[in-house]
């Protein structure tokens, strides 16, 4: 056969896929470019198939530094919790921070994440910022990386932010561009704002910021209503509910991602979706935090989009995807019991690509499409006894899935992670590093 019209090899062989909201058996599926190019069946059987094809899932919000922290302030209030953090973001690295991006890359990964939003705080040194940078890299993970960015400082971070980590706003949004710039050419890698809650930003602070992001169409997170606080202190000092204050401000578009929003009512739901705001819900976080439960049913009854995020390992304490995937099911089961919420189809299309709109990323709904990224997982449920036997797929990798059966995933159309095992990082030697740090 001439070599011209030789067919390429499948990126993936004789698999189960999900795509078009249901499982396809024994296809092949092809990549180019970093695209799904197509899907056909498969031209040969491997007899039991080749494992299980989803798209990868994109963790909405993560704090990547926090993977030093596991455990910290365990037990303790919101607030007693973020002064802790704040002193270990304090004293970081440009070392330490290189290491914790990495390691927490590295378990995304290996969890079957191919894309992370990360929401750094403020932080003074372009040293800390070009070592995430680089671990971004490294580990070959697709990223949003959010610049820390706040206007109003307050030690006890109750109206305001932790002074030590501030700088002036121009400095910072010059340093924004800056990072725009050394990712020019990276197609993983974007970059937008993060901003802790609404109380660290002024009202000249917000409208600088929106139109700094709005003229560069970046995205922009920021924590809210995760407990009252927002709520009490805007009401105490701004005379205004969290929302209204934000919504005043000019705050609220269709490129902001607001993270938590347990305490987001009604009206709040409302004002979101009606301004074009995604939320990114962290279930395991808010219960480690005690938090609540965010009324995620409510807010896509009201036309909301919903992303799933892990947020950072000092509330979680891990970056698998695969556990927070099935955690934020059965909490609005129990919450509201019903077994019939939240199904993996319903999950799928939130944890792949709820907020993926507003974070300028493509569309994911009803499983792997051609035309799509090709980020991907493949998952090899006989891998582990514990998820068998199976009855149905979606069901297995939603009540029993976790990280054991992660075999492939493949970001931009690169394999990163092969037989459970980063292909880019040694994982031996890089866990002697970590085990060796004070």
């Not at 019903?338 to 507003?358: E, Q």
């Amino acid at each position: 056969m001439d070599n011209a019209t030789t067919r390429p090899e499948p990126a993936f062989a004789d698999v189960t896929v999900f795509t078009g909201g249901r499982w396809h058996e024994h296809q092949d599926v092809y990549v180019a470019d970093g695209v799904v190019t197509s899907m056909t069946s498969a031209t040969r059987s491997s007899g039991t198939g080749g494992g299980h094809l989803i798209p990868g899932f994109v963790n909405t919000h993560t704090h990547l530094q926090q993977s030093l922290m596991r455990g910290i302030a365990e037990c303790t209030p919101l607030l007693e919790w973020l002064l802790a953090v704040g002193e270990e973001s304090v004293a970081i690295t440009p070392e330490r921070a290189y290491l914790a991006a990495v390691s927490a890359c590295l378990e995304a990964l290996r969890s079957g994440t191919t894309t992370v939003v990360e929401h750094m705080w403020p932080h003074p040194s372009t040293e800390v910022h070009d070592a995430v940078l680089q671990a971004l890299r490294d580990t070959g993970i697709r990223a949003v990386l959010g610049r820390g960015v706040a206007d109003r400082a307050d030690a006890t971070r109750k109206w305001g932010f932790e002074p030590r980590l501030m700088q002036p706003l121009g400095d910072v949004l010059d340093h924004v561009d800056h990072l725009r710039a050394a990712v020019h050419d990276d197609a993983r890698i974007s970059i937008g704002l993060a901003v802790p809650n609404p109380r660290s930003v002024t009202g000249a602070g917000m409208r600088s910021i929106q139109e700094f992001a709005a003229e560069r169409d970046l995205p922009v997170s920021i924590h809210l209503l995760e407990t009252p606080t927002d709520d009490r202190l805007c009401r105490e000092h701004a005379g205004v509910g969290a929302v209204d204050y934000l919504d005043g401000g000019g705050f609220l578009w269709d490129r902001v991602l607001a993270v938590h929003c347990v305490e987001l009512d009604d009206a709040g739901q409302r004002t979101l979706a009606q301004r074009g705001v995604a939320v990114s819900h962290n279930p395991l976080s808010n219960m480690r935090l005690g938090s609540g439960v965010a009324p995620v049913p409510a807010m896509l009854a009201a036309g909301l989009a919903v992303g799933l995020g892990v947020d950072g390992a000092a509330s979680n304490d891990t970056q698998d995807m695969l556990e927070t995937f099935r955690i934020a099911a059965y909490l609005q089961r129990a919450v509201h019991r019903r077994a019939d919420l939240l199904g993996f189809a319903d999950m799928l299309d939130i944890a792949c690509g709820g907020a993926n709109a507003v974070l300028g990323l493509p569309a994911v709904s009803g499983g792997v499409r051609i035309g799509g990224p090709a980020d991907l997982t493949l998952v090899r449920i006989d891998r582990d006894y514990a998820t068998l036997p199976v009855r149905d797929a979606g069901a297995s990798l939603l009540t029993t899935g976790s990280r054991s059966i992660v075999d492939v995933v493949m970001v931009a159309g690169e394999v990163v992670v092969a037989d459970g095992r980063s292909t880019r990082v040694d994982e031996v030697e890089f866990t002697k590093t970590l085990a060796a740090l004070g």
